[in-house]
């Protein structure tokens, strides 16, 4: 059905509803409207038969629902869908660097103290070893 509509074209149809009032393709629609092979433009729910005169033949009353969609460019669709992966690819890398750099910081600033205190014991280490290196060239 989809090869025989042009572009921006128009597919109407009707589908019979279950007991449950379920269209019994919904699947399979909504999988050709979430793919962008169409997009839904209006649909209608009635009861088929129900101006025939008393009942009269074996016609019975089905509640039937027409929709109507309009044909979309489905490689378009898949362009789009590949450059918007692409783009949150690049978004989630960039917020994995962010998240990382914030970590690091944090740490940074939680061992500040830690790290002060240590370098301070190394220099203090480093000058008693300079002077004992005087004293011991005296």
Do not use: P, S, Y
């Given at each position: 059905m989809m090869k025989y509509v042009k572009m921006g074209g128009f597919i109407i149809f009707t589908t019979k509803l279950n007991l449950n009032q379920e269209n019994q393709y919904h699947q399979e629609i909504d999988t050709l409207s979430n793919e962008m092979h169409w997009k839904f433009v209006t649909d209608h729910t009635f009861y088929r038969y129900d101006k025939l005169c008393g009942g009269q033949g074996k016609f019975s009353n089905k509640l039937v629902k027409v929709v109507a969609y309009q044909r979309t460019d489905h490689n378009e669709y898949l362009i789009r869908e590949?450059?918007?992966?692409?783009?949150?690819?690049?978004?989630?890398?960039?917020?994995?660097?962010?998240?990382?750099?914030?970590?690091?910081?944090?740490?940074?600033?939680?061992?500040?103290?830690?790290n002060d205190r240590a370098q301070r014991k190394m220099n203090a280490e480093m000058s008693a070893k300079a002077e004992e290196d005087a004293l011991l060239q005296e």
């Open positions: 590949k450059d918007r992966l692409e783009a949150e690819a690049i978004e989630f890398e960039r917020r994995q660097k962010e998240i990382e750099e914030r970590i690091k910081q944090k740490e940074a600033k939680l061992n500040k103290n830690a």
